[in-house]
């Protein structure tokens, strides 16, 4: 009794072809091979269906003369056979009659009244030229129009092909022109001029222009294309010399990046700093309208030491009013030079906080904010209360920072228009707390002046 096989039999597997090994070549050979015998055969078979196609209407061509030949002669005898009988049965005074006739009245008399006694070939007529002034015959005539409307239909294929690319070089270079004017934007850099030269191996570049309108910037570097991918050798940025005195504050980041042709880094370093300045001048900016008696006597002297006014600033293009094109050297020494760091808070007894907001890199380039609070009061208003006060005022202060930070929203980010309780916590109440603690402010009335 046979049994019901439980499992499929296993299929044999065949052999994979190692590349490189002796069977995988023969079968590459013999592949080669194959494919060269089939595309020779699928020649010869359309050489073959040529020859027949051809001795098929050379065929077709001959039978149609045979065809019209014999047509010719039956037609030939028809009219001899009707014209003698015609003739035989006519008396003398007939025959005088018709042959005294015209041309027509025989063709009646041999094709019958009813008939037409002309017949013209509809395929003789030449309808392409009918009614065209030319010389020459009429398959001529054909023969130049249709070489002119080919010529018209190519006219018409160029002009099409050159539509189609103006417009694909027009879409190319409109989304070139925005692609630039974007990263443009969120860069801050202006282009004023850029100079190219090409060799054999490398591109040498210079860019000139300014950066978020504050200080000018000229940037030289070659591009290396000799290796696998393009690199940058021979960076060389020249920026003003308190700008460059900021950015190597306190390890030298800057020229250590430009040294070893770090273009990317360089241009972040500048990028994190625009809106890290925007934020400290704003900063210091609420806290001049809060406290004005506090902070007079600092901004009087920053502004007469400078020359311009202490007043909020935006970076380009995100400011509502429309800013000046022009590069405001002033401007930019104001806001990125080191007294640009500190606001004095000083209150007539001449206890006073000094707040300072510096700007500092990591070695990548990336721009990171430090705030820190140095109390002062002088020693006639000094007691066990005051003392302990100031021992813990730093680690307090570093406290209520970090928890301020990490709150939803940061002063000075215009994100108001989502949420009007976005932008309201951050490191100003911390700020607030701290100024009203220190010169024992009421919190109601932040303005006034109190004692230490």
């Known amino acids: 009794m046979s049994q019901t096989p439980t499992q499929t039999p296993s299929r044999r597997r065949a052999a994979v072809d190692t590349p490189g090994s002796v069977r995988s070549n023969t079968s590459t050979s013999d592949r080669s091979v194959l494919l060269e015998r089939t595309e020779e055969l699928e020649l010869e078979i359309e050489d073959l269906r040529r020859a027949?196609?051809?001795?098929?209407?050379?065929?077709?061509?001959?039978?149609?003369?045979?065809?019209?030949?014999?047509?010719?002669?039956a037609t030939r005898d028809e009219v001899r056979t009707t014209l003698l009988e015609k003739l035989?049965?006519?008396?003398?005074?007939?025959?005088?009659?018709?042959?005294?006739?015209?041309?027509?009245?025989?063709?009646?008399?041999?094709?019958?009244?009813?008939?037409?006694?002309?017949?013209?070939?509809?395929?003789?007529?030449?309808?392409?030229?009918?009614?065209?002034?030319?010389?020459?015959?009429?398959?001529?005539?054909?023969?130049?129009?249709?070489?002119?409307?080919?010529?018209?239909?190519?006219?018409?294929?160029?002009?099409?092909?050159?539509?189609?690319?103006?417009?694909?070089?027009?879409?190319?270079?409109?989304?070139?022109?925005?692609?630039?004017?974007?990263?443009?934007?969120?860069?801050?850099?202006?282009?004023?001029?850029?100079?190219?030269?090409?060799?054999?191996?490398?591109?040498?570049?210079?860019?000139?222009?300014?950066?978020?309108?504050?200080?000018?910037?000229?940037?030289?570097?070659?591009?290396?294309?000799?290796?696998?991918s393009p690199a940058i050798q021979r960076l060389a940025i020249d920026i003003p010399s308190w700008l460059s005195t900021t950015l190597n504050t306190p390890h030298a980041l800057f020229s250590r990046l430009v040294k070893r042709n770090d273009l990317p880094a360089v241009l972040l370093m500048l990028r994190t700093m625009v809106p890290l300045l925007s934020l400290r001048?704003?900063?210091?900016?609420?806290?001049?309208?809060?406290?004005?008696?506090?902070?007079?006597?600092?901004?009087?002297?920053?502004?007469?030491?400078?020359?311009?006014?202490?007043?909020?600033?935006?970076?380009?293009?995100?400011?509502?009013?429309?800013?000046?094109?022009?590069?405001?050297?002033?401007?930019?020494?104001?806001?990125?030079?080191?007294?640009?760091?500190?606001?004095?808070?000083?209150?007539?007894?001449?206890?006073?906080?000094?707040?300072?907001?510096?700007?500092?890199?990591?070695?990548?380039?990336?721009?990171?904010?430090?705030?820190?609070?140095?109390?002062?009061?002088?020693?006639?208003?000094?007691?066990?209360?005051?003392?302990a006060f100031l021992q813990q005022f730093d680690h307090e202060f570093k406290h209520l920072c970090k928890v301020a930070v990490q709150q939803d929203g940061i002063v000075g980010w215009q994100d108001e228009e989502q949420d009007q309780a976005v932008g309201r916590w951050g490191v100003m109440p911390a700020l607030h707390a701290t100024i009203a603690a220190f010169f024992r402010l009421a919190i109601d009335d932040a303005s006034d002046t109190g004692s230490d």
Do not use: C
Request: charged share 25%.
């Open 281 to 387: 001048r704003n900063m210091f900016t609420s806290l001049m309208e809060s406290y004005t008696d506090l902070v007079r006597s600092h901004i009087r002297a920053w502004e007469s030491s400078h020359g311009i006014d202490f007043a909020p600033w935006y970076p380009p293009g995100t400011s509502r009013k429309r800013a000046s094109s022009r590069v405001d050297e002033t401007l930019g020494r104001s806001l990125i030079a080191t007294d640009a760091e500190t606001l004095v808070l000083q209150n007539s007894h001449g206890a006073s906080l000094t707040l300072r907001f510096r700007i500092v890199w990591n070695r990548y380039g990336h721009a990171v904010p430090q705030l820190d609070a140095q109390p002062n009061v002088p020693a006639g208003l000094m007691d066990p209360t005051a003392t």
């Open 88 to 228: 035989r049965q006519m008396d003398d005074d007939a025959l005088t009659a018709l042959l005294g006739a015209s041309v027509q009245s025989l063709a009646r008399v041999i094709a019958g009244a009813d008939s037409a006694w002309v017949a013209v070939d509809a395929g003789l007529v030449p309808s392409k030229s009918v009614g065209v002034e030319g010389t020459g015959s009429a398959s001529d005539i054909d023969r130049r129009l249709a070489l002119s409307a080919q010529g018209v239909q190519h006219e018409l294929h160029r002009t099409r092909h050159a539509a189609s690319v103006n417009q694909w070089l027009n879409d190319r270079q409109r989304r070139s022109n925005a692609l630039v004017q974007s990263l443009a934007q969120f860069s801050y850099l202006d282009i004023d001029t850029l100079d190219q030269a090409s060799s054999s191996e490398r591109r040498s570049i210079h860019l000139a222009g300014s950066y978020a309108r504050l200080f000018p910037i000229d940037i030289r570097f070659d591009v290396d294309d000799s290796g696998p």
């Open 52 to 73: 027949i196609a051809s001795e098929r209407e050379r065929r077709r061509s001959t039978q149609r003369q045979l065809e019209k030949q014999r047509a010719t002669d």
